[in-house]
T-cell receptor
Framework: DAKTTQPNSMESNEEEPVHLPCNHS???????IHWYRQLPSQGPEYVIH???SNVNNRMASLAIAEDRKSSTLILHRATLRDAAVYYC???????????FGTGTRLTIIP | EPEVTQTPSHQVTQMGQEVILRCVPI?????FYWYRQILGQKVEFLVS????????KSEIFDDQFSVERPDGSNFTLKIRSTKLEDSAMYFC??????????????FGPGTRLTVL
């Protein structure tokens, strides 16, 4: 049973913003929304996480819908280095393991 | 910047042989994990380790697998009798605190295991 749904792939031009959507209609009140990414031939790396409010860090922004049934990862100015598979992951209370889906493969066009 | 390291980067072994994959987590981290990724497939959780014991394991982590933190710095994954289907990239990860509230898991670069 998939907890999150993401498009299989997206393309974006270099130096333009990218909006990566994630649907999580069955999210519960204590679930945190985490985003990780996996660059080619590397291990996954943390991007950002949030609970209810929008979040910003040096890598990206996370916009969370008011009903929390969806969220959007925003890369403000994509570079070639941002080409990766992006995973949206829900973590419930006391949950420790990351459950990866198939994610969204982001291609950046120079 | 601190990082998780893994050795070897590539391990080739014969079916039925034992392998030990080694990881050095970030020092002062308390939670340790192993994941694997079969070529072209999803990253799958194997096991989590906290306070010197397994805190959770997946169905994949059967009696052929074991983990150990032998000396306070290394974290190892042992596969006793490898099978062809164990061929995968194995990732070690560590975190300072509870992941679900926001502590990130830091992943190593992986060990590619090839079972012939």
């Amino acid at each position: 049973d998939a907890k999150t749904t993401q498009p299989n792939s997206m393309e974006s031009n270099e130096e333009e913003p990218v909006h990566l959507p994630c649907n999580h209609s069955t999210i519960s009140g204590t679930d945190y929304i985490h985003w990780y990414r996996q660059l080619p031939s590397q291990g996954p790396e943390y991007v950002i996480h949030g609970l209810t409010s929008n979040v910003n860090n040096r890598m990206a922004s996370l916009a969370i819908a008011e009903d929390r049934k969806s969220s959007t990862l925003i890369l403000h100015r994509a570079t070639l280095r941002d080409a990766a598979v992006y995973y949206c992951i829900l973590l419930g209370e006391s949950e420790e393991k990351l459950t990866f889906g198939t994610g969204t493969r982001l291609t950046i066009i120079p | 910047e601190p990082e998780v390291t893994q050795t070897p980067s590539h391990q080739v072994t014969q079916m039925g042989q034992e392998v030990i994959l080694r990881c050095v987590p970030i020092s002062n981290h308390l939670y340790f994990y192993w994941y694997r990724q079969i070529l072209g497939q999803k990253v799958e959780f194997l096991v989590s380790f906290y306070n010197n014991e397994i805190s959770e394991k997946s169905e994949i982590f059967d009696d052929q697998f074991s983990v150990e933190r032998p000396d306070g710095s290394n974290f190892t994954l042992k596969i006793r009798s490898t099978k062809l289907e164990d061929s995968a990239m194995y990732f070690c990860a560590s975190s300072d605190g509870a992941v679900w509230v926001g502590d990130e898991q830091f992943f190593g670069p992986g060990t590619r295991l090839t079972v012939l």
